[in-house]
């Protein structure tokens, strides 16, 4: 069983992949014959406007979701139809009732078992037919109460990435689920205002759901275990390990071991203290051990964890743990951990027990492993993404050799020697790690090929992207230019900078430079990944520099430079961005000094906020999307991870400090626009409604723009958003409104 998207490949079985070919049908890919066969015509797709589908494990059917409407980040709504691809009829998946919303479906593991969420109950179809009846495996489920199989708004957006909380055995008789009780958890109500064309839409309505914020109620969360082969689908209890009982927690995820024996990853509220429990049934409950418990011990907090990689025989898996180099601290690397076996020997029980949670790295050095991908038995091989100690813009695929290998910890780059071109990767590997689907995602224009894991040389070019590279051939591109600045506490800031093409360094032309900022925590914006985007428009079309700063507090560089913003967020990162905005404009000869302006969104709208109220000499402006303006309005996962509680006793002034409704009547004399969307679930319009209260009691002059009923991501109005930023910085830097800005003509610079 696989999700497949647009766009996407995914793997079936370890010869198999699921995707849509260049004509848009659904095609499952044969990796041993490199033969396609068409299960679903790009018709269907089209005349169905389909937003997912999935194709069923006995290759019976496809299951169409339809009718979409989107929920929050990774959920939506949708109705539901079964495609029959042995005479191409569809069906809708619940016959008495086909035009149901649904909150999630998914086929099981076998022939065409299904599971779906209904306001937040689970019902179970043994297998697909319009005659089935689906069965109830929960009837507790209340819409923003009790949510079986499907997270609220917070362990969606900040834990499990996910649309569910659903996960099958692999046999399919056992399906594990999490509850999730959220009727402690506050409101936010959110207006939806409608068309302007209905004249009955007279009176806004309201969006109204749970999200807990810094320092108040969270959700409570239980995780279930339902035995499909019994009559009454029985439920027995995960329950939680002993010092995690009676205490607030999250769970981070949940994987099948066999198909009696789970693992859980369980994280403390505070997010200093984690554990990785084996849990295996014992009767009425299933009982969790403490295989590979984990503290910060004050250096910052604990990530949410990857879920573990497992070894074939279950005896070992392969996970991403903190490892000390010296006095350049700690970074993230291969571990390979020990868990119990059940076994009727006692000796050879008590000898395994001694070895449960033995942790032995595999990697080691000044580089972050960003990704464990796979493990292949036959080579005892661990494949994983990493970057390189002397460059981490750049993503390569490794493989190492695990502790059952006659040569263990033997590390080999099989991406490294693929040009200057192909210095990012991705790779999706089949369930047994025999194929892998690279992807190369820059910094030259992306390709895919399918490989094997004997000799990884090429089997079929899956897609070269030959019209993309035509236009950027024939189009022109930026110039583009990577380099180091020093900054506090002995670190180097990585810089990036998109020239204008015609840029020449022996001219004496100065041109403006804008600075997209990010900032927040574990973030990255000098990669080397393929982009074209709005920097891409104004730097070729402008003639603006556009740049991207990485400085303390960034990602992929060790958890010392990481952890530096730890319960003091607002600071030292905006601080590397002012520092270091100052030295471009005041070193290299061809930005111009009085005319800077700083962009972001989200966090990166807050730290421009924050860069435009702490110095009064960098930026001539900014702009501000969706910021963030104070944490107590943010939710209490994101948080409390970095800043901890907002009390006294614990992290008041942290928040107090990071506030930069504190800090409105600094922003005078300066040009901010401020951007927000009136449906955003994720940063509330509150954010900058506050601001906007602060700096106007502080007699501070400001230009805002509201998008009625848009959410964070404003993609119903990205066209009127770019044009009304360029406006925005034209106006800024004093360029006539709707003007490209051309370079002057000028002589070369004497020698």
């Known amino acids: 069983m696989i999700q497949a998207e647009n766009g996407q490949v995914f793997p079936l079985l370890d010869h198999e992949f699921l995707f849509r070919d260049a004509d848009g049908a659904a095609t499952i890919y044969n990796a041993e014959t490199l033969k396609k066969t068409v299960v679903m015509p790009n018709t269907t797709f089209r005349q169905m406007n389909v937003h997912q589908y999935s194709i069923s494990p006995d290759r019976k059917y496809i299951l169409l979701a339809i009718d979409y409407k989107k929920m929050y980040r990774h959920s939506f709504l949708a109705k539901y139809r079964i495609f029959n691809i042995s005479n191409?009829?569809?069906?809708?998946?619940?016959?008495?009732?086909?035009?149901?919303?649904?909150?999630?479906?998914?086929?099981?593991?076998?022939?065409?078992?299904?599971?779906f969420v209904k306001d937040s109950n689970m019902f179970y179809m043994p297998q697909f037919s319009s005659l089935t009846k689906p069965r109830p495996l929960t009837t507790n489920g209340e819409n923003d109460v009790i949510l079986n199989g499907v997270p609220d708004w917070v362990y969606?957006?900040?834990?499990?990435g996910a649309n569910n909380a659903i996960w099958w055995s692999d046999d399919g008789t056992k399906i594990a689920y999490a509850c999730f009780n959220d009727s402690a958890v506050d409101f936010i109500n959110l207006p939806k205002y409608g068309d302007y064309h209905d004249v009955t839409n007279l009176y806004p309505q309201f969006r109204r759901f749970r999200y807990p914020k810094a320092g108040r109620n969270n959700p409570t969360v239980r995780l279930w275990v339902i035995d499909l082969?019994?009559?009454?689908?029985?439920?027995?209890?995960?329950?939680?390990?002993?010092?995690?009982?009676?205490?607030?927690?999250?769970?981070?995820?949940?994987?099948?071991?066999?198909?009696?024996?789970?693992?859980?990853t369980w994280l403390k509220r505070f997010q200093n203290s984690s554990l990785v429990s084996i849990c295996d049934s014992a009767g009425l409950t299933y009982f969790c051990d403490n295989n590979l418990p984990r503290e910060s011990h004050g250096r910052g907090w604990i990530d949410i964890q990857d879920k573990p990689v497992f070894g074939e025989d279950k005896r070992f898996y392969f996970i991403r743990l903190p490892l000390a180099d010296g006095k350049a601290g700690y970074f993230r690397h291969v571990a390979m951990i020990n868990t119990s076996v059940s076994t009727a020997n006692e000796d050879i029980k008590r000898d395994l027990q001694t070895m449960n949670g033995r942790k032995t790295f595999l990697t080691h050095g000044q580089f972050d492993v960003t990704k464990i991908l796979a493990h292949h038995k036959e080579s005892n091989k661990v494949y994983y993404l990493t970057t390189l100690a002397s460059n981490p813009s750049q993503r390569h695929l490794f493989s190492v050799t695990d502790m059952e290998s006659d040569m263990p910890r033997t590390e080999e780059c099989l991406t490294c020697d693929l040009g200057d071109d192909c210095t990012y990767?991705?790779?999706?590997?089949?369930?047994?790690?025999?194929?892998?689907?690279?992807?190369?995602?820059?910094?030259?224009?992306?390709?895919?090929?399918?490989?094997?894991?004997?000799?990884?040389?090429?089997?079929?070019?899956?897609?070269?992207?030959?019209?993309v590279r035509y236009k950027i051939e024939n189009t022109a591109m930026p110039q583009l230019r990577t380099f180091n600045v020093p900054i506090e506490g002995g670190y180097n800031a990585n810089v990036r900078l998109l020239l204008p093409p015609g840029l020449r360094d022996e001219e004496m032309v100065k041109y403006p430079m804008v600075i997209n900022v990010y900032g927040g925590p574990g973030s990255q914006m000098v990669t080397d990944k393929f982009y074209v985007h709005w920097g891409s428009y104004l730097a070729s079309r402008k003639n603006f520099v556009y740049s991207w700063i990485d400085g303390r507090g960034s990602g992929n560089q060790g958890d010392k430079r990481l952890h530096e913003i730890y319960r003091k967020l607002g600071s030292?990162?905006?601080e590397d961005q002012l520092n270091v905005a100052s030295y471009l404009k005041n070193e290299i000869p061809f930005i111009d000094r009085y005319r800077t302006a700083i962009w972001g969104w989200s966090y990166g709208g807050y730290s421009t906020i924050m860069a435009l109220a702490t110095d009064s000499q960098v930026f001539n402006c900014g702009i501000a999307v969706a910021p963030v303006t104070s944490w107590l309005y943010?939710?209490?996962?994101?948080?409390?991870?970095?800043?901890?509680?907002?009390w006294a006793t614990d992290n008041y002034i942290g928040y107090e400090k990071a506030d930069v409704t504190k800090k409105a009547a600094n922003i005078k004399d300066k040009k901010l626009l401020l951007i927000h969307g009136t449906a955003d679930d994720n940063v509330h319009t509150q954010q900058s409604l506050m601001l906007m209260k602060a700096i106007t009691d502080a007699g501070v002059m400001y230009h805002a723009q509201v998008y009625p009923d848009e959410s964070h991501s404003l993609s119903n109005v990205k066209s009127h958003l770019y044009r009304t930023m360029e406006s925005f910085l034209d106006n800024c830097f004093g360029i006539p409104e709707g003007e490209e800005r051309l370079p002057p003509q000028t002589e070369e610079k004497k020698r």
């Open 425 to 467: 990767h991705n790779a999706i590997f089949s369930p047994g790690a025999k194929y892998y689907i690279l992807e190369c995602l820059g910094p030259g224009v992306p390709w895919i090929d399918l490989r094997n894991t004997d000799n990884h040389t090429r089997l079929d070019l899956l897609d070269s992207n030959d019209n």
């Open 88 to 115: 191409e009829h569809v069906v809708p998946l619940l016959h008495d009732d086909s035009n149901a919303m649904l909150q999630f479906a998914q086929w099981g593991r076998g022939g065409s078992q299904l599971v």
């Open 572 to 574: 030292t990162e905006i």
């Open 634 to 646: 943010y939710d209490s996962v994101f948080s409390e991870r970095y800043m901890q509680m907002p």
């Open 156 to 160: 969606e957006e900040e834990i499990l």
């Open 229 to 264: 082969t019994r009559m009454d689908y029985a439920k027995t209890e995960i329950v939680p390990p002993e010092d995690y009982k009676g205490k607030e927690f999250y769970f981070t995820s949940l994987q099948w071991v066999t198909h009696n024996r789970i693992a859980v």
